[in-house]
């Protein structure tokens, strides 16, 4: 049984395809979530190519870095390895994790921009965008931006305008808001660059950090200031007994809230390749939220007026658990809560637990006949039947299975009410659904998510995205 599980997980394991390239900057030692969030990305590592992990400034660590922080998980992540690599492949060796920790220079903002302002880590920014990878360089920002502010400054004032580009379209960013004045002058400076940002900051101006998209993740009560999930799943006493207490040296690491849970976490999540995320298309939605691209109009809060497109806020409409509906940029990422937070306990439990049957593990997805976590695309003429079957899917551990397939109403084009009555829609909770295309006068898409739900323990969710066009010219 144990051979075929780990054979399962070998089909499906992140070495048989790309994985996205990370740089991550973080003002570690601020606040206590940059530490946290550090913990759970070191438990994603074999599902992430990591190519830099650099120590910044911000608004809230103005003149110093702490890459100590970082080196100090890293080690406890060297300790539980072994642990890993009995559950899923693919765990970057330590010491190679090592050598990403780089230094961006102590100075705020754009005051350390410029001449003479070169550090080991806007050097190791240029030397990771400039390698023989076709792959985009995803920034994931906990911090200030100026690190990548400055790579961008030397690129510009070094290369051809065609040189500087190239550089510029392989990044995408995604910041935690703008904690210093950096990100602004980057997005008007280099208008092509992908940016993903709930325009804003903290400081001074009355706070603007409710506003954004990323307090989703656990800002109920502090911040965010919104209510509909499950607040127990991000507080301490949940984290205390899932993550912290008797469950290894990394952890150990993850400090107790003291604002909220995790709030860089949303910019590396939606890179994670878990079957519902996809990076290029922020519109889509998945774990770190669902973006769309326009010039955000002016706010108070804004260090300067947005001149140009940028990904930034939008909303779903998600049931609570009080049974009420919400609308906000919030529950685009609060939607996927128990989902990502079961995630993330049974990884940590992948890190204290040497044998396999002592840890569980998510469902393997097929769904007509497609084992990758790629979005599955189909066409079809109105009134077409479709059908999307994942029968074929499995779980490592035997665990048995529920299944939810419905359409994500806000990622898709065609216009569909709360209750799809656009679609021959039937519940919805079975392996396999059978409906008719619904009728359209142009092309347009559907996107439909499936969340498959092991009984174990926690309960883990894998998740398919179907991407169907109803093309009245087929």
Same mark, same amino acid.
């Given at each position: 049984?144990?051979?075929? $599980?780990?054979? /399962? #997980?070998? %089909?499906?394991?992140?070495? !048989?395809?790309?994985?996205?390239?990370?740089? +991550?900057?973080?003002?570690?030692?601020?606040?206590?979530?940059?530490?946290?969030?550090?913990?759970?990305?070191?438990?994603?590592?074999?599902?992430?190519?990591?190519?830099?992990?650099?120590?910044?400034?911000?608004?809230?660590?103005?003149?110093?870095?702490?890459?100590?922080?970082?080196?100090?998980?890293?080690?406890?992540?060297?300790?539980?390895?072994?642990?890993?690599?009995?559950?899923?492949?693919?765990?970057?060796? $330590?010491?190679? /994790? #090592?050598? %990403?920790?780089?230094?961006? !220079?102590?100075?705020?903002?754009?005051?350390? +921009?410029?001449?003479?302002?070169?550090?080991?880590?806007?050097?190791?920014?240029?030397?990771?965008?400039?390698?023989?990878?076709?792959?985009?360089?995803?920034?994931?920002?906990?911090?200030?931006?100026?690190?990548?502010?400055?790579?961008?400054?030397?690129?510009?004032?070094?290369?051809?305008?065609?040189?500087?580009?190239?550089?510029?379209?392989?990044?995408?960013?995604?910041?935690?808001?703008?904690?210093?004045?950096?990100?602004?002058?980057?997005?008007?400076?280099?208008?092509?660059?992908?940016?993903?940002?709930?325009?804003?900051?903290?400081?001074?101006?009355?706070?603007?950090?409710?506003?954004?998209?990323?307090?989703?993740?656990?800002?109920?009560?502090?911040?965010?200031?919104?209510?509909?999930?499950?607040?127990?799943?991000?507080?301490?006493?949940?984290?205390?007994?899932?993550?912290?207490?008797?469950?290894?040296?990394?952890?150990?690491?993850?400090?107790?809230?003291?604002?909220?849970?995790?709030?860089?976490?949303?910019?590396?999540?939606?890179?994670?390749?878990?079957?519902?995320?996809?990076?290029?298309?922020?519109?889509?939605?998945?774990?770190?939220?669902?973006?769309?691209?326009?010039?955000?109009?002016?706010?108070?809060?804004?260090?300067?007026?947005?001149?140009?497109?940028?990904?930034?806020?939008?909303?779903?409409?998600?049931?609570?658990?009080?049974?009420?509906?919400?609308?906000?940029?919030?529950?685009?990422?609060?939607?996927?809560?128990?989902?990502?937070?079961?995630?993330?306990?049974?990884?940590?439990?992948?890190?204290?637990?040497?044998?396999?049957?002592?840890?569980?593990?998510?469902?393997?997805?097929?769904?007509?006949?497609?084992?990758?976590?790629?979005?599955?695309?189909?066409?079809?003429?109105?009134?077409?039947?479709?059908?999307?079957?994942?029968?074929?899917?499995?779980?490592?551990?035997?665990?048995?299975?529920?299944?939810?397939?419905?359409?994500?109403?806000?990622?898709?084009?065609?216009?569909?009410?709360?209750?799809?009555?656009?679609?021959?829609?039937?519940?919805?909770?079975?392996?396999?659904?059978?409906?008719?295309?619904?009728?359209?006068?142009?092309?347009?898409?559907?996107?439909?998510?499936?969340?498959?739900?092991?009984?174990?323990?926690?309960?883990?969710?894998?998740?398919?995205?179907?991407?169907?066009?109803?093309?009245?010219?087929?």
């Amino acid at each position: 049984m144990r051979t075929l $599980a780990l054979l /399962l #997980l070998v %089909l499906l394991s992140p070495s !048989v395809f790309a994985k996205p390239r990370l740089l +991550v900057l973080t003002d570690i030692t601020n606040e206590p979530d940059d530490e946290q969030s550090m913990v759970r990305l070191l438990c994603y590592t074999n599902e992430l190519q990591v190519e830099g992990l650099i120590a910044t400034t911000s608004c809230w660590l103005r003149n110093r870095t702490a890459p100590e922080k970082i080196v100090e998980r890293i080690e406890a992540y060297r300790k539980v390895r072994e642990n890993f690599l009995v559950h899923a492949e693919g765990w970057p060796e $330590a010491d190679a /994790l #090592l050598k %990403l920790v780089k230094r961006g !220079v102590p100075r705020f903002g754009m005051e350390g +921009v410029g001449e003479g302002h070169d550090s080991p880590g806007s050097e190791h920014i240029i030397s990771v965008v400039d390698r023989d990878d076709p792959g985009p360089v995803y920034v994931s920002v906990w911090g200030g931006a100026n690190c990548l502010a400055q790579a961008l400054w030397k690129v510009r004032h070094t290369r051809s305008a065609d040189e500087l580009a190239q550089f510029v379209k392989k990044l995408r960013v995604y910041t935690i808001s703008d904690q210093d004045d950096a990100g602004p002058w980057m997005r008007n400076t280099f208008p092509e660059l992908f940016y993903i940002v709930s325009p804003g900051h903290e400081e001074g101006q009355g706070g603007s950090y409710h506003y954004a998209t990323w307090v989703g993740i656990s800002g109920d009560k502090y911040h965010g200031r919104f209510r509909g999930p499950d607040f127990s799943l991000v507080d301490n006493p949940w984290l205390d007994q899932h993550i912290r207490r008797n469950h290894g040296p990394l952890g150990s690491l993850h400090p107790h809230t003291k604002y909220l849970m995790e709030g860089d976490t949303p910019s590396f999540f939606w890179v994670i390749p878990n079957g519902l995320n996809e990076p290029e298309h922020p519109d889509w939605g998945g774990w770190g939220g669902r973006y769309e691209l326009y010039t955000a109009p002016p706010k108070r809060y804004y260090h300067e007026p947005e001149t140009r497109p940028i990904w930034t806020n939008t909303v779903d409409e998600v049931k609570g658990i009080d049974g009420r509906w919400y609308t906000s940029n919030h529950a685009t990422i609060w939607r996927w809560r128990e989902g990502y937070q079961h995630d993330f306990a049974a990884r940590i439990d992948w890190s204290n637990s040497p044998a396999f049957k002592d840890a569980n593990h998510p469902p393997s997805v097929i769904v007509n006949g497609d084992h990758s976590r790629k979005p599955i695309h189909l066409a079809a003429a109105p009134g077409q039947e479709i059908r999307l079957d994942a029968s074929g899917t499995s779980d490592p551990d035997h665990d048995q299975l529920s299944y939810h397939w419905y359409p994500y109403r806000e990622a898709g084009t065609f216009p569909l009410t709360i209750h799809y009555r656009n679609l021959d829609w039937k519940d919805g909770r079975g392996p396999a659904v059978t409906f008719r295309a619904p009728r359209s006068d142009s092309a347009r898409t559907i996107h439909f998510i499936l969340e498959v739900t092991d009984d174990g323990s926690p309960r883990l969710t894998s998740y398919r995205r179907v991407i169907l066009t109803i093309d009245p010219l087929r």
